[in-house]
């Protein structure tokens, strides 16, 4: 699956971003309970974009995969990580 844009990500709701990171599961060496906080945090697309590693680790998820998923988001903004 290609990087989405940001325009796109922003119109995501919660199952979309839900599903876009069960689709990177793998190459981000998320797990079933990683996806699960984002999961009942209810987290959107746009939200999805503004979260940071503390944000995430907030939420309850570890230091790899809340600093994996910021590098995502970061790629997605077309940010330097």
């Known amino acids: 699956m290609l990087t989405p844009s940001v ?5 995501w709701s919660p ?8 689709t990177k599961k793998e190459e981000l060496f998320l797990d079933d309970d990683d996806i699960n906080v984002i ?13 940071s590693q503390e ?5 309850g998820l570890t230091v ?8 995502l ?6 940010e330097p990580e």
């Open 15 to 22: 199952k979309d971003v839900i599903t876009f990171l069960e």
């Open 7 to 11: 325009d796109e990500v922003s119109k």
């Open 39 to 51: 999961k009942r945090n209810k987290v959107a697309g746009r939200v999805f974009l503004d979260l």
């Open 55 to 59: 944000k995430f680790e907030r939420y």
């Open 73 to 78: 988001i970061k790629a997605i903004k077309g």
């Open 64 to 71: 790899g995969p809340a600093k994996t998923i910021v590098r």
